[in-house]
């Protein structure tokens, strides 16, 4: 969880929004620390609303548009009851200190891909990830959890799940002339 505090403001603002060229304002708010939570539950809360996947392919250029970012960081607030001026008053700043939070790894775990391993070119939603913390045997209570943290432990549980690969016939005889020449070595005999 990562909590960002935002001023209270005694009186409105008037901005200018240079894009759509129009004047808004923030209403008047007291202070808030907002609580905020970059997990499943907050990932499901937003792809009811609009739709469309959260996470996107590393590779791909998919953007999430000012309003639907500003949406997500709705949907990861704990809070209860928090005015629309609040959002509308985060700074740049405070935006990426929340970026850099959805981006900590939350784990000192590496998974490894295996070799030519390829990817099943599907869109991850929160159903599917939800459904693999199913087939996981994955508490479903383990959706509050940092989302790349919890995605970590689906990688390690898919690992440990995976029956060894074979060995080719070469990587046998590979193996087997490794062995025989420690045989060797440690017998000091000459095979």
């Known amino acids: ?77 704990l809070n209860q009851d928090v005015p629309d001026s609040v959002y509308e008053d985060l700074t740049a700043e405070d935006i990426n200190k929340i970026s850099e939070y ?12 295996a070799p030519g391993q390829k990817k099943s070119g599907r869109r991850v939603t929160a159903e599917l990830i939800y459904c693999w913390m199913i087939q996981l045997n994955i508490p479903t209570t383990f959706d509050k959890w940092h989302i790349n943290s919890l995605m970590q432990l689906i990688a390690v549980c898919n690992a440990e799940n995976t029956p060894p690969k074979k060995m080719s016939k070469n990587e046998i005889i590979e193996r087997n002339r490794a062995l025989n020449e420690a045989r060797k070595a440690k017998y000091h005999t000459k095979g």
Not at 102 to 113: D, I, L, S
Request: proline share 3%; with cysteine; net charge negative.
């Open 1 to 77: 969880m990562r909590s960002i505090h935002v001023d209270e403001r005694t009186v409105d603002k008037e901005c200018w929004d240079s894009v759509n060229n129009k004047f808004f304002y923030i209403k008047a708010h007291k202070a808030y620390d907002l609580k905020l939570e970059h997990s499943l539950i907050s990932i499901h809360k937003w792809e009811q609303k609009w739709h469309v996947p959260f996470i996107k392919d590393k590779h791909s250029d998919e953007k999430l548009t000012p309003e639907q970012t500003m949406d997500y960081i709705k949907c990861m607030t």
């Open 102 to 113: 959805m981006n900590e790894p939350m784990t000192a775990t590496v998974v490894k891909e």
